[in-house]
């Protein structure tokens, strides 16, 4: 009995260190794949963008993207199509300034955060609901064009 159980702990060990020993491998090149990382945006409520319009010091670049144009939240910086990226990189040469991006609804100014967070600005917001949900809380769109 004790010979059975000591050629089996010989055996064990045998199998633990040849599995931690190299392979013939040594001279392939290793492939790391890179991580998957998505860059991201942060959403902005309409009472939170009311507080930023409100602030005469402030320090957010407010930017609508709707196409066609349909008005806008009065105290709007640039009225830049969606996806018109050229336009809103040249106009935010700072990929550090924040910026608050809105369209009508919601749809157009995701797409245009997340291709500002994929060029590396850090600090886009966006508004979901858009100029809809600025109406439906009371407030009202001006007409600059």
Not at 3 to 11: D, F, P
Not at 91 to 100: C, F, G, M, R
Not at 102 to 113: D, I, K, P, T
Request: contains cysteine.
């Amino acid at each position: 009995m004790r010979r059975l159980l000591g050629t089996m702990l010989a055996v064990g060990v045998t199998i633990l260190i040849s599995s931690c020993t190299p392979t013939n491998n040594e001279d392939q090149p290793t492939t790391i794949q890179e991580a998957d990382v998505t860059a991201i945006y942060h959403t902005m409520t309409i009472e939170e963008l009311a507080n930023v319009m409100a602030n005469n010091e402030r320090t957010y670049t407010v930017v609508n993207v709707h196409i066609p144009y349909q008005g806008e939240i009065e105290g709007t910086d640039a009225n830049i199509a969606f996806d018109n990226v050229d336009a809103l990189t040249e106009a935010l040469p700072d990929k550090s300034t924040p910026v608050v991006l809105y369209c009508r609804s919601g749809s157009m100014s995701e797409q245009a955060a997340q291709d500002l967070v994929e060029l590396g600005y850090t600090q886009v917001y966006d508004v979901p609901g858009g100029m809809n949900a600025w109406q439906s809380s009371g407030r009202t769109l001006v007409d600059t064009q």
